[in-house]
């Protein structure tokens, strides 16, 4: 059964049982009131005689005959012998018996002997008894009728309530299907824009709206996915070429150490040779391996870091293995994080391993350390060549090599800013890559900062 049908159904069913209950409620009601009434005419007939038994008689013919009773008046004596006084419309089907006529002398009552009317009695002298007897075919006749008028109002209630449903959820349940409709398109690959939902519920817009939110978030999740994919395809390509070329060198000056008639000299070439590319191939497992750990454990909040030290540090280094550079470095004092120092090393020697690299020998460099009351901002600047354009506003560093150049001493692998990217975040900061001021790249790394006495 479709949604419409079944709450169309559902309040129609809702509107039926309200009616009914308010029909029974009044078709009690007014049985309850006819059947008083009755009792009260009878009881009133009934009071007008006990007084006076001898002229209980004529008492009851001339109430009921002055308020125009629609009652039945039967005498009953002692034998049992019945002798009817007045007939009412519906006349008595039976005649009382004295056990009756004893059972009802306290109270209007009703027997199986008497069916369909209700009676009392009351003495008249002599031991005779008048029985005055009224019927209640008019009362359920009444209540019958009351009845079924009842039960056409509460028909009549769900048929309208049913098509008033089935009116206002239109508009809505035709939009409910556009919807659904387009979360099947969308199940089978069609990410195209959700219907314009303006009017209807709130409810349905909320889930248009809903689902509009899901199929943006899904997009960038497919983006994303994709964004990754080609980058690792480019890191796989860049991996191999790496790998590839220094075990090419190994074999090929294996072979050559393998000659006796090998010159000293050139020996110890091809042994320096083969040494150099195991060292270089050792240094792309290092940064693979850190590259694991680093996204298998975020977070790492290990021991306390002072940034202030390694900054420092570093850049003195730098400056006395590049002296024709300008090296600035401004550290603030007291700078710690919640860190690794091992990994905080890691980062800032690639950075200055970069520098050295794709910049020129003369090119300036500038370290700067400030923190907030919570951040701390590490900030490693040169005046080389900076970036092509479109770099910065990347987000995905993962494997990407922004030099296109294959060769090993201007390349490098392709893993230094996936490097730092990848291990700020797992000390719970952040890499930001932008234009410096020297005319080169800055790169921007912040840390939360590790409160002053904690």
Same mark, same amino acid.
């Given at each position: 059964?479709?949604?419409?049908?079944?709450?169309?159904?559902? *309040?129609? %069913?809702?509107?039926? =049982? !309200? /009616?009914?209950?308010?029909?029974?409620?009044? +078709? #009690?009601?007014? &049985?309850? $009131?006819?059947?008083?009434? *009755?009792? %009260?005419?009878?009881? =009133? !007939? /009934?009071?007008?005689?006990?007084?006076?038994? +001898? #002229?209980?008689? &004529?008492? $009851?013919?001339?109430?009921?005959?002055?308020?125009?009773?629609?009652?039945?008046?039967?005498?009953?004596?002692?034998?049992?012998?019945?002798?009817?006084?007045?007939?009412?419309?519906?006349?008595?089907?039976?005649?009382?018996?004295?056990?009756?006529?004893?059972?009802?002398?306290?109270?209007?009552?009703?027997?199986?002997?008497?069916?369909?009317?209700?009676?009392?009695?009351?003495?008249?002298?002599?031991?005779?008894?008048?029985?005055?007897?009224?019927?209640?075919?008019?009362?359920?006749?009444?209540?019958?009728?009351?009845?079924?008028?009842?039960?056409?109002?509460?028909?009549?209630?769900?048929?309208?309530?049913?098509?008033?449903?089935?009116?206002?959820?239109?508009?809505?349940?035709?939009?409910?299907?556009?919807?659904?409709?387009?979360?099947?398109?969308?199940?089978?690959?069609?990410?195209?824009?959700?219907?314009?939902?303006?009017?209807?519920?709130?409810?349905?817009?909320?889930?248009?709206?809903?689902?509009?939110?899901?199929?943006?978030?899904?997009?960038?999740?497919?983006?994303?996915?994709?964004?990754?994919?080609?980058?690792?395809?480019?890191?796989?390509?860049?991996?191999?070429?790496?790998?590839?070329?220094?075990?090419?060198?190994?074999?090929?000056?294996?072979?050559?150490?393998?000659?006796?008639?090998?010159?000293?000299?050139?020996?110890?070439?091809?042994?320096?040779?083969?040494?150099?590319?195991?060292?270089?191939?050792?240094?792309?497992?290092?940064?693979?391996?850190?590259?694991?750990?680093?996204?298998?454990?975020?977070?790492?909040?290990?021991?306390?870091?002072?940034?202030?030290?390694?900054?420092?540090?570093?850049?003195?280094?730098?400056?006395?293995?590049?002296?024709?550079?300008?090296?600035?470095?401004?550290?603030?004092?007291?700078?710690?994080?919640?860190?690794?120092?091992?990994?905080?090393?890691?980062?800032?020697?690639?950075?200055?391993?970069?520098?050295?690299?794709?910049?020129?020998?003369?090119?300036?460099?500038?370290?700067?350390?400030?923190?907030?009351?919570?951040?701390?901002?590490?900030?490693?600047?040169?005046?080389?060549?900076?970036?092509?354009?479109?770099?910065?506003?990347?987000?995905?560093?993962?494997?990407?090599?922004?030099?296109?150049?294959?060769?090993?001493?201007?390349?490098?692998?392709?893993?230094?800013?996936?490097?730092?990217?990848?291990?700020?975040?797992?000390?719970?900061?952040?890499?930001?890559?932008?234009?410096?001021?020297?005319?080169?790249?800055?790169?921007?790394?912040?840390?939360?900062?590790?409160?002053?006495?904690?």
């Amino acid at each position: 059964m479709r949604l419409s049908t079944r709450l169309a159904v559902l *309040l129609g %069913a809702t509107a039926a =049982a !309200v /009616a009914l209950s308010t029909g029974w409620y009044a +078709v #009690s009601t007014s &049985s309850n $009131a006819q059947y008083g009434q *009755l009792r %009260a005419s009878i009881d =009133a !007939v /009934a009071a007008a005689g006990l007084g006076h038994p +001898v #002229s209980a008689l &004529s008492d $009851a013919i001339n109430l009921v005959q002055q308020d125009n009773l629609n009652l039945s008046l039967d005498l009953v004596d002692t034998s049992g012998k019945v002798v009817q006084v007045a007939r009412g419309t519906v006349p008595l089907r039976a005649q009382p018996t004295l056990a009756d006529v004893r059972a009802s002398l306290t109270a209007t009552r009703s027997s199986a002997d008497l069916p369909g009317f209700l009676y009392r009695s009351i003495p008249v002298g002599g031991g005779d008894y008048l029985v005055i007897a009224g019927s209640t075919e008019g009362v359920s006749s009444a209540v019958h009728d009351l009845i079924g008028r009842t039960a056409a109002a509460g028909a009549a209630a769900a048929l309208l309530v049913y098509l008033v449903a089935r009116l206002l959820l239109r508009r809505d349940l035709r939009t409910l299907g556009e919807l659904t409709r387009y979360a099947t398109r969308v199940a089978r690959g069609d990410l195209g824009d959700p219907p314009d939902v303006t009017r209807g519920s709130t409810d349905v817009r909320d889930l248009a709206d809903a689902l509009g939110v899901m199929v943006t978030a899904l997009r960038r999740t497919i983006d994303t996915e994709k964004r990754t994919t080609e980058s690792m395809q480019r890191f796989i390509g860049d991996a191999s070429h790496e790998l590839r070329t220094p075990l090419t060198v190994v074999a090929g000056y294996t072979e050559l150490l393998a000659r006796e008639d090998l010159a000293p000299d050139a020996r110890e070439r091809a042994l320096s040779r083969v040494r150099s590319e195991t060292d270089r191939m050792s240094s792309l497992v290092s940064d693979l391996l850190f590259l694991a750990e680093a996204r298998e454990r975020r977070e790492v909040r290990d021991e306390v870091v002072d940034l202030s030290a390694l900054c420092a540090r570093a850049g003195a280094d730098f400056a006395s293995d590049h002296p024709a550079r300008d090296v600035e470095v401004s550290v603030s004092p007291e700078v710690s994080i919640d860190g690794r120092e091992d990994w905080v090393t890691r980062i800032l020697a690639n950075a200055l391993s970069n520098i050295a690299r794709h910049t020129g020998d003369d090119d300036p460099v500038r370290i700067t350390l400030r923190a907030s009351v919570d951040t701390a901002v590490l900030a490693v600047e040169d005046g080389g060549p900076g970036l092509p354009p479109e770099a910065y506003a990347e987000r995905d560093v993962q494997f990407r090599r922004f030099d296109p150049s294959r060769s090993r001493d201007s390349g490098g692998s392709g893993l230094g800013m996936s490097i730092m990217a990848e291990g700020a975040v797992a000390l719970g900061g952040s890499l930001e890559r932008r234009p410096s001021e020297l005319g080169g790249l800055a790169l921007v790394l912040r840390f939360p900062r590790r409160a002053a006495g904690s």
